[in-house]
């Protein structure tokens, strides 16, 4: 005791030790729950930042590209109309995806939300009329009409 009062110090009692745990198990537990919320944000934020999407992409194509013929014969510069309608197409895909979207063939996804089906929307901004694509049952070619819940 003679020591402690010659340099003025005292040795934490057992409140001060009890304080001083409990501060650093709030800052710890505060620490955690900022930088658990900051990685589930992200997490979070990465998946919900690539919307799915489909397309009739191959209709879309056999439409463009009838449309692509009609206006080459029409002209006498079949590169140049070609070359500016692939990259409109072109230029509205990678908007989508720079949205961020991701685009599949409709003709290749099980099941999907018709919502989520921009097939017309691309066919507008092409100028074109999606061509549906026929599907081969068995030994003759149905077209989308023939099949079953088709509406007839």
């Known amino acids: 005791m003679a020591e402690e009062k ?6 934490l009692g057992m409140f001060e030790l009890v304080a001083c745990c409990l501060v650093a198990c709030i800052v710890s537990i505060t620490a955690s729950y900022i930088l658990i919320t900051r990685e589930a944000n992200r997490i979070i934020g990465e998946t919900q930042r690539h919307r799915p999407l489909v397309m009739d992409f191959s209709g879309i194509t056999r439409a463009h590209f009838e449309k692509i013929q009609k206006e080459m014969g029409a002209s006498g510069k079949p590169e140049e109309i070609a070359g500016k309608e692939g990259q409109k197409f072109s230029r509205i895909i990678q908007d989508l995806v ?8 409709k003709n290749y996804v099980l099941a ?5 089906d921009v097939t017309e929307n691309v066919a507008s901004k092409l100028g074109v009329v999606p061509v549906p694509r026929p599907r081969v049952l ?3 070619t149905q077209q989308p009409t023939d099949l079953p819940g088709a509406g007839n």
């Open 6 to 11: 010659e340099t003025g110090k005292t040795p």
């Open 98 to 105: 720079d949205d961020g979207y991701m685009i599949f063939d």
């Open 138 to 140: 068995g030994d003759r």
């Open 112 to 116: 999907y939300p018709k919502e989520l």
